[in-house]
């Protein structure tokens, strides 16, 4: 049997309250939009999966809660008006599960691709302090999961020929954002992380990384990384957000 080409897969990182929930969330709908040249039946299809490291780690911390034994607690709640809207992570290995379980979701996001005709986005979002070490660990737990039926000799293939949004904002930004998003109605986007964790884990952003390392240490293309700021009206940053998509991933995506 011959090997199959992988879905195009963007990854959307940037720290809490940067704004890349909003950024993935505008590509998945802007990516739907370039493929109804398909059938009006099957309008039903997804064509851009999106996958949140944050939803994996809420699930987590669902069982964390759960759990009997108080003294194995991987997380703590994060309260806001006597009210649990989201979490705090106090193991950090937990990350690195979460990692995993987002690898495994990737590929069989790439096994139910299979199945279809149409062209396929897979976007990834997740925030870290150190976008080195997180890509290292993502491209070993890729191995574990790909077989022989893609068009892939690693993990490290995979991140090589995929895209890259980095999303930043200053640190005072982000919080404020947090802040005010979850004095809305509880969804999927208004979680809510502390102050704390905001200064002591994500104080450093990763754009270094993200502009220099990974397209040496993964050979990918420079035009698959942009970086966009994200501190002023939210119509000028989506209009960053569409330009990247067109010149990078609609332009340069081979059609299935």
């Known amino acids: 049997m011959s090997k199959v080409t992988v879905p195009a897969m963007l990854f959307a990182l ?12 505008y590509v998945q709908w802007q990516w739907t939009q370039a493929q109804k040249e398909y059938e009006e039946g099957n309008k039903t299809e997804e064509d851009a999966y999106r996958i949140k490291d944050y939803t994996i780690l809420y699930e987590m911390f669902q069982q964390d809660r ?6 194995r607690r991987r997380f703590r709640d994060a309260i806001v008006d006597g009210e649990v809207r989201g979490f705090d992570v106090v193991d950090v290995t937990v990350l690195d599960e979460a990692l995993k379980k987002t690898a495994q979701a990737v590929v069989a996001c790439m096994d139910d691709a299979l199945l279809s005709s149409r062209k396929k986005l897979i976007i990834v979002e997740f925030a870290r302090n150190d976008y080195k070490d997180a890509f290292e660990k993502l491209s070993v737990y890729f191995d574990v999961y790909l077989d022989n039926r893609f068009e892939l000799r690693s993990g490290r293939d995979l991140l090589g020929q995929s895209f ?5 904002a200053p640190l005072p930004v982000c ?7 979850v004095k809305l109605p509880v969804r999927e986007d208004n979680h809510f992380v502390s102050d704390d964790i905001l200064r002591s884990y994500y104080e450093v952003d990763g754009r270094e990384y993200i502009q220099n390392g990974l397209g040496r240490d993964y050979e990918v293309d420079p035009a698959h990384i942009r970086v966009i700021d994200n501190n002023g009206p939210q119509e000028e940053f989506l209009k960053q957000v569409e330009t990247f998509l067109h010149e990078a991933l609609l332009d340069k995506v081979p059609a299935c």
Request: charged fraction near 35%; glycine fraction near 14%.
């Open 66 to 71: 759960a759990g009997k034994d108080e003294t």
């Open 14 to 25: 940037g720290r809490p309250g940067c704004g890349k929930s909003t950024a993935a969330k």
């Open 175 to 181: 919080s404020q954002r947090i802040h005010e998003r």
């Open 164 to 168: 890259f949004l980095f999303v930043e």
